[in-house]
């Protein structure tokens, strides 16, 4: 989602107000948990809080609200920045500074019911998609052959 400085300033104080957030999830980068369309909701939360494996939702450097997993906390000058990644994703985001956390993931509103992020199979899940590198990889190797088998579907339908 694209997010200008009044956005995220306005999620920013909804959250700090509310104690929490709804947005929609798009895209595949935290396939299998979360898809398109899956309501997450986001408290407010302190970056120095976070523990290695928590979805934090944050304003990415080219504007677009990301919701992603905590890596480490790391320091780039005098300035303390997070480090986070997409569970399909092949690389970690680029560090992302404290200010602009807005909060991390508390659940997931699915077809099925409600997903909390504290339920025991998705600390799991966290631990070992940040641990095992080869399952993101898995992940993303399942859908670029997704998008091909697609993509030859659609121009077979062209012909």
């Known amino acids: 989602m694209q997010a200008n400085v009044v956005t995220f300033k306005a999620l920013k104080n909804l959250i700090n107000k509310q104690k929490y957030i709804e947005i929609p999830s798009h895209g595949v980068s935290m396939l299998p948990f979360i898809r398109s ?81 504290s339920s025991p199979g998705m600390k799991l899940w966290g631990k070992l998609v940040i641990r095992l590198p080869l399952l993101s990889l898995t992940i993303h190797s399942y859908l670029r052959v997704v998008r091909k088998l697609r993509g030859m579907k659609n121009s077979l339908w062209a012909s």
């Open 37 to 117: 369309g899956n309501l997450c909701r986001f408290e407010p939360v302190d970056p120095s809080k976070l523990a290695r494996g928590d979805i934090v939702l944050f304003l990415a450097d080219n504007g677009t609200l990301v919701g992603h997993r905590y890596i480490e906390t790391k320091t780039v000058g005098k300035e303390r920045m997070i480090v986070c990644k997409g569970d399909s994703n092949l690389y970690p985001d680029s560090p992302v500074p404290y200010d602009r956390v807005i909060g991390k993931m508390i659940s997931i509103q699915k077809s099925s019911g409600p997903l909390l992020t």
